[in-house]
């Protein structure tokens, strides 16, 4: 079985550039999340989908930043304009239906923000 | 909203010796508390997990013990190994719909030394 997916691995971009990061969750998994760690510091969360709908999105930290799921499957955060506190891990993760499932992570998408 | 501390932020080790790394939680509604290990370039994942209507909970080398009055839990590795090295991070969440939305603490980098 695939687990999650990320690309790309790694982004380097122009302060006020765009970029599009894409999550592939574990097939049937309708539970999937958008994950950052800045710097070293603990992981922060970003946003949480139950299947295409958003079910929290209380940690994105600003209007820069969007969230798509259509469909219910692959996921995308954009991130327009970049800014050079953007840079960072981003990490996916995706879990079943039931509550007490697993979480299980993508490997990260790496964005740096020159 | 949730806070974790989690200390020390590194730890090394001779290879057999036991190494321990601490969380405190701020919400007393946290009932689920995972660990996941991250090593060098990889993703996240989930080595041992802890609810709150269990005090210690081990699995070969590795315990987690929680204490709900204090608000704190902690990750035991005995024996350790050099491939152990890693990032280790502790969370916390409620069940339910919040369930997936983990709140980590800062991680922990352990080495340990042949």
Not at chain 1, 44 to 71: C, I, W, Y
Request: hydrophobic fraction near 30%.
């Amino acid at each position: 079985e695939a687990g999650v997916t990320q690309f790309p691995s790694h982004s380097v971009i122009e302060k006020g550039q765009t970029v599009t990061l894409r999550c592939d969750p574990i097939s049937g998994h309708d539970n999937l999340y958008w994950y950052r760690r800045v710097m070293g510091k603990e992981i922060k969360f970003l946003l949480h989908f139950v299947k295409e709908s958003k079910q929290d999105e209380s940690g994105m930290p600003n209007n820069r930043f969007l969230a798509e799921r259509t469909g219910g499957t692959y996921s995308t955060l954009k991130v327009q304009p970049a800014e050079l506190e953007d840079s960072g891990v981003y990490f996916c993760a995706s879990r079943g239906e039931f509550n007490t499932g697993e979480l299980f992570f993508g490997e990260g998408s790496r964005l740096t923000v020159l | 909203g949730e806070n974790v501390e989690q200390h020390p932020s590194t730890l090394s080790v001779q290879e057999g010796d036991s190494a321990v790394i601490k969380c405190t939680y701020s919400d007393s509604a946290s009932n689920y508390f995972p660990w996941y290990k991250q090593e060098l370039g990889k993703r996240p994942q989930l080595i041992i997990d802890i609810r709150s209507n269990v005090g210690e909970k081990k699995d070969q080398r590795i315990a987690v013990t929680l204490n709900k009055t204090a608000k704190h839990f902690s990750l035991h590795i005995t024996e350790t190994q050099p491939e152990d090295s890693a990032v280790y991070f502790c969370a916390a969440t409620g069940i339910g719909t919040s369930y997936g939305k983990l709140t980590f603490g800062q991680g922990t980098i352990l080495t340990v030394h042949p």
